[in-house]
């Protein structure tokens, strides 16, 4: 079966469907539709199995297995996680009119989600990162900032 209109809807101009007009007769605002109109597969969702079990394997002993279930479990529980993390950040962007998420909008975002302990921790460490970024950045200009490549 094609995707092509029915042979006696062809010829004729502003034929609708009962669905369409539906949608035509609701106020614009509610409308709102993604920019984008495709699906994300399930598996494109996840994080790569391999980085959550090498990060798994960091935490256990040398000698520690981990079935192939509990990595499939932990993708499945981190790629949520994070995913619930990020539109929360993303809506409060959104509302800000804003099209970048930031660090302090993920910050911003586990607090308000009652994951207050894990947001103080972590914006400790964005703190001392972007130190690090600022010393490095620091360093670079004072000596030609070139990154070893040489002019070109």
Same mark, same amino acid.
């Given at each position: ?9 062809? =010829?004729?101009? =502003?034929?609708?469907?009962? /669905? ?16 984008? /109109? ?5 598996? /494109? ?50 509302? #800000? ?7 302090? /909008? ?9 994951? #207050? ?7 400790? !460490? ?13 360093? #670079? =200009? ?9 002019? !070109?």
């Amino acid at each position: 079966m094609s995707a092509s209109p029915s042979k006696d809807l062809e =010829g004729e101009v =502003g034929v609708q469907s009962p /669905d369409e007009q539906e949608h035509m007769d609701q106020p614009e605002s509610s409308q709102q539709q993604p920019a984008f /109109d495709f699906e994300v597969k399930e598996q /494109d969702r996840w994080l790569p199995i391999a980085n959550v079990a090498r990060i798994m394997k960091t935490a256990l002993p040398e000698n520690a297995k981990i079935a192939k279930e509990a990595k499939e479990c932990m993708q499945e529980c981190v790629s949520e996680f994070i995913s619930f993390i990020t539109s929360e950040a993303s809506e409060k962007c959104q509302q #800000e009119k804003r099209k970048t998420v930031n660090g302090e /909008d993920i910050l911003f975002a586990m607090t308000s989600l009652g994951f #207050e302990n894990y947001a103080e921790a972590l914006k400790i !460490y964005l703190a001392k990162y972007r130190e690090s970024q600022s010393q490095r950045n620091q360093s #670079e =200009g004072a000596r030609g900032g070139s990154g070893g490549y040489g002019p !070109y």
